[in-house]
């Protein structure tokens, strides 16, 4: 196996010269103000080892990599219904487009665009209030990190609640088709709130590593899900993971994956590691720039594709 | 490894009481007319091992399938220039869709979308006349089968360009935004043409074995493509490979494929075997039925998915 | 001048037999337990004299009609800067549909499609508090109708309020592209409240009068708009006063017209009358069958239309 | 009664330094190199008044403004039928989208957008060769203006078929769904041809004058149609005459009328006149820029509106 610490070491060397490169969300302050320049690694092989580079251990807003997370708790509480609410197709749409919504009578393409990340709020709260949810939410993540420092961070979910108007959008135009069981207003408190999760990439690694470990995490020995829906997630992670850029990202990287707007992303190696990465500024599909091209450079130079070897 | 004869077996015996399920293509007299209870498959593997059950070794109409080939030529020709004219996204959207095209200035999301593929006709085409070209498409897939008795059924190919007012349609459309570079009529005949290719599923996976091996044939030792674009092919498959059904075959399956409305699909499980299946009922996404479900069987058995194993 | 009179009486004797045609709105409570049978025509000509039969004095709720006059409000607020904020065009789409507001920058295309009152609703705020503008709607239509016991009924605009999910995704939808100035919630109040308008067939021609008399009532003497605003509403209620049903109610009737889901419509002939019909079923397009049938009917046989006589 | 002749002098003088203003249509050479200052206006009252300025004796391409003469036909031959084939509602779009087409089953919006045109052809040919119905439809127009001098312009018919790639999608698109009966090269033969028909603006108002005037010709006494169905074509042309500019012309002019690319419109005063007018330049809808601002002068210093006296 390639010394997989040279070759983290290496593409930090290479892009240090290019950080800054792409544009930090600006929606609210608290992204707006994220130093561009920031750029961390992780990794953590199947069989516990530890690999890290730059800012790989100061925490981020994840965003919307939390989605991961709460599909994987929607399917613990609902099964194969959850399907029956959100589909399982890439959007070729941006990701917060409400077009699709209207045209498919409100049912969101996927769990990883807003509107379908919303309805599965909706699942994950099954009858809660708002508070019970969203503390079942970090629960889960610290027990999939081994991490009981893990938070929310609550002036990243206020300005997005403050904001979040097309989110709102989306929220009230599933319910308007009936597609949300519980007040909007509690559902977007659990969506905001969950995508105000901050993490180290190095937390981020170890929570996905039951996606690349058959659905338990070898670290701590913990079953999350079985193996057979641990492989679901990464398809659907390859084929929605990234917005309208999956694509791409499954062309150039060829690793199940899923990013958010605060520049981190997670990949999936299946049957070898969890890799993550993190630099804020964002390409035009809102994917993190220099992190999808770390991610590339890390696939080239270890081999390692679900599309066959090197 | 476990018994793939055995496997396959099971599946068409598991499949026989359910054979003739689905809508078979009826657009063209040609399809209508087929058997819907016809039912093959065949697997090869790199290990050059073979075996196959059914109808596996008569001839059907590839359609669509057809585009993995010439997708394969066209980056042969232009290399990454290729994705100047065609992109690398899934639609969202059916495969025959022009309103991604209009909002998108008549290029289309991907190689396997109708559009797609008749732009890939486009850059096959490369200055020649049809004729040429489409006598190069069939040296091609006779290579890579390793089979000179491969052909194309000039009664299809006639039907559809008689009847193919859509992708009439599709070409002018990116005609008119100077999407194509030679006469619309030579462009749809080169795609009525390999479309209208008839190949046995045992020919199929060998032409498809390059995919399932590094990008060359173990059995001829043709070198077809690098590895990288191997890979990068599979990707492609794996998020636009059955039209607006990818995320749920992907989801199902786990292996990148490509299906043909004549009912065949052709499925790559790199570093192990290229696995086609031939049964012409289709679900409401134009993608074989009971094909899609004999590969979700075989994919379980074998525990082959590039998303982790079983 | 054809017997007016006789006109109104012919087309109710010869539409009794069809009461009740068409689908109630259902959507609330307070418009699904209307009796569908319910019909009344009336009829004020710019020279004062009233017509009217069936049951043209029973108040219903006039929903969208409304919208006639807070366009008139926001007109007189904010002259031609109105159409910064909401455009003049047929939208080609559903009164409530949101597709065109995200291809479009959150611009409402027309001030009678849901969004587009809305965006009208923001600006009839003009600062005050929902309250404030409320009741500055209700004194406004009061003096149109010159009829101080004109009111919103309380009970439809909470149901709305309760409902209105889609209204709610429109409004944040509008917010998010940062076309609406005031908080959601108020705008949508002020919304909700001026469609639950309460007012009689005979109530509405009064208040629609000044457009079919350039822009004063000619029974009160108040100036209202000048002759050229008038004539411009007219045009705005000729090309979208109608939904998507717009250019066949200018085909069939040949007025420019208003409707509302509660089974209203407003008619202007321009220089001759205001007519409106009350008849609570609905067609596909939203709406009332019957009295657009009832409207066809009168402009056939008096040969008012705005196209050419008979 | 105003001095009509005075008015059209002082639109004249007072557009004189604009002229040139707009983007000439540059799709065929033959538009692309008419002379952008070229100006002129025809009235025809409905007396037989005649009044003129300018280039109004020249002929110019008339485009799309012969949709209203084939449309004419079609209603002759097939009547209310016709509306089976295509809608009477305004598009909501540009004049040459498919969007529409996808999403409503092949059946064009409307008579005046390119696709419900094209659809038109196809019933004007009912079963001729489009020789014959090229030459039915020249006769038509002749007879219409009472002029046999006019002509098809064969440089401009054959430059439109040479790169009309967008309305031969349209064209395939409607024959994909069986809304065309004849070959669709025949189809686009006769729109392509009707396009390419050169009038003056003197020769446009003559043509049009039927509308004015209830349906017959006053300086002929040809009768042409019922006052009924002037009326309804008049409607057709304020609601859809223009386009995505509809809307705008409806609200600035009050006048029925129909716009063509070459930069003609031709209005319509029921009861009073047929008033034409030519200026190449084009604003961002298609619509003559200075020819609309003309227009709207004149219904200004006229007071004639559909919608009301000034």
Redesign the interface.
């Known amino acids: 196996m390639a010394d997989l610490q040279a070759i983290l070491d290496d593409i930090h060397a290479e892009l240090a010269p290019r950080l800054g490169e792409g544009k930090v969300a600006d929606y609210i302050p608290q992204l707006a103000h994220i130093d561009p320049k920031k750029f961390g690694m992780s990794l953590i092989t199947v069989d516990g080892a530890v690999h890290k580079v730059g800012d790989c251990d100061e925490p981020f807003s994840i965003q919307s990599i939390s989605k991961v997370f709460t599909l994987t708790m929607a399917l613990g509480k609902h099964g194969e219904t959850t399907w029956n609410r959100v589909?399982?197709?890439?959007?070729?749409?941006a990701f917060n487009?409400?077009?699709?919504?209207?045209?498919e009578g409100g049912k969101p393409?996927?769990p990883f665009i807003n509107a379908g990340a919303i309805a599965v709020s909706d699942l994950v709260l099954a009858g809660h209030t708002p508070r019970e949810a969203i503390g079942e939410i970090v629960r889960f993540v610290r027990y999939l990190a081994d991490d009981e420092t893990i938070v929310i961070d609550p002036a990243v979910a206020k300005s997005e609640e403050a904001t979040g108007?097309?989110n709102?959008?989306?929220?009230?135009?599933m319910?308007?088709f009936g597609k949300l069981t519980h007040p909007?207003e509690h559902v977007l408190g659990v969506y905001f709130h969950h995508c105000a999760l901050a993490m180290t990439c190095t937390q981020l690694a170890h929570a996905g590593l039951f996606?690349?470990a058959?659905g338990s995490n070898p670290l701590t020995g913990h079953s999350v899900v079985s193996?057979?829906r641990?492989?679901?997630i990464?398809?659907?992670m390859?084929?929605?993971g990234h917005y309208?850029?999956?694509?791409?990202f499954?062309?150039r990287v060829?690793l199940?994956g899923k990013s958010g707007v605060g520049g981190g992303i997670l990949a999936v190696a299946?049957?070898k590691a969890a890799v993550t990465v993190w630099s804020p500024g964002l390409n035009h599909n809102g994917n993190s720039l220099l992190g999808s091209l770390a991610l590339e450079m890390f696939a080239?130079r270890t081999g390692w594709?679900?599309?066959?070897?090197?």
Request: proline share 5%.
């Open positions: 589909g399982r197709e890439p959007s070729g749409s487009s409400i077009v699709q919504l209207e045209n393409r996927n108007f097309r709102a959008a989306l929220a009230n135009f319910r308007a909007v996606l690349a058959g193996s057979q641990a492989r679901r990464n398809a659907l390859l084929t929605c309208d850029g999956s694509g791409e499954a062309y060829g199940p299946p049957g080239a594709s679900v599309f066959g070897s090197a």
